[in-house]
């Protein structure tokens, strides 16, 4: 119990057990945060495992969606980058994924998914992330 593990290669770290009462995650000082500005549709660079990205409040019209890439110097073709929403969404249909995945970077798509002439999303959302590593070989 309480051992670190470390993967040389990638940097990432797990202090402690593995239990149903401990989880498995980054360590304290891992993360990072960043707010998007200008658009929905404006690139943010956030180099770290997991984090939180703030978004602009810029309205995102029903059935609408924006697409923003994430530069991080930490993910690698291979890895599995996963996203949620934390907080401040405006809109009860709104949802993030990401999109797609390349060396340094990834791309997260945030859809209104209300009906026509149904609710704008104008809220500033964070978007809570976590880099899984993974490899193909």
């Not at 202090?15 to 401990?22: I, W």
């Not at 990072?32 to 997991?50: D, F, K, M, W």
């Not at 969606?65 to 930490?74: D, G, H, L, P």
């Amino acid at each position: 119990m309480g051992e670190r593990v470390e993967n040389k290669r990638s940097g990432a770290r797990f202090d402690g057990p593995v239990s149903s009462k401990v989880g498995i995650g980054y360590a304290v000082g891992d993360g990072a945060a960043v707010t998007q500005i200008t658009s929905r549709a404006t690139g943010v660079t956030i180099n770290a495992l997991s984090g939180a990205i703030t978004t602009d409040s810029t309205s995102l019209a029903a059935e609408a969606s924006a697409v923003f890439v994430v530069t991080n110097n930490k993910v690698a073709i291979g890895d599995v980058p996963v996203v949620s929403i934390r907080s401040g969404m405006v809109a009860l249909n709104t949802r993030v994924t990401v999109t797609a995945v390349a060396a340094g970077s990834f791309s997260i798509t945030v859809v209104n998914g209300n009906v026509a002439a149904g609710t704008a999303e104008t809220g500033a959302i964070i978007i809570n992330f976590a880099v899984i590593k993974g490899s193909s070989t």
